[in-house]
Nanobody, 126 residues
Framework: QVPLVQSGGGSVQAGGSLRLSCEAP????????MGWFRQVPGKEREGVAG???????TYVESVKGRFTISQDNAKNNLYLQMNNLTPEDTAMYYC????????????????????WGQGTQVTVST
């Protein structure tokens, strides 16, 4: 089992930036997919960004140009750099991983992932 441990998040004013981190040792896998998701109370979990083992990335339309998903060179950590944050970005954020390569459409579907981080809160105020 791949343990995912998240860090980062917190509170920021609109227009600010935050970076989320996720310890996710994927270097032992030839193929894998990783994603960031967010959820607000009463709503379904939403896919924000996805990354697969060949380096391809996918973003939900609402964060394109503002958020960047990346991995470190050792492939042990996943990051989500969030810039120009708005109150609509307020949510609990989760990282996720799967030991297979997902398609562009699949990467933002939470049911496609089988390992999850513990979640970290992001709050953006006006």
């Amino acid at each position: 089992q791949v343990p995912l441990v998240q860090s980062g998040g917190g509170s920021v004013q609109a227009g600010g930036s935050l970076r989320l981190s996720c310890e996710a040792p994927t270097h032992t896998y030839e193929d894998y997919s990783m994603g960031w998701f967010r959820q607000v109370p009463g709503k379904e979990r939403e896919g924000v960004a996805g990354l697969v083992s060949d380096g391809s990335t996918t973003y939900v339309e609402s964060v394109k140009g503002r958020f960047t998903i990346s991995q470190d060179n050792a492939k042990n950590n996943l990051y989500l750099q969030m810039n120009n944050l708005t109150p609509e970005d307020t949510a609990m954020y989760y990282c996720a991983a799967a030991p297979w390569r997902l398609t562009t459409v699949q990467r933002l579907r939470p049911d496609e992932y089988n390992y999850w981080g513990q979640g970290t809160q992001v709050t953006v105020s006006t």
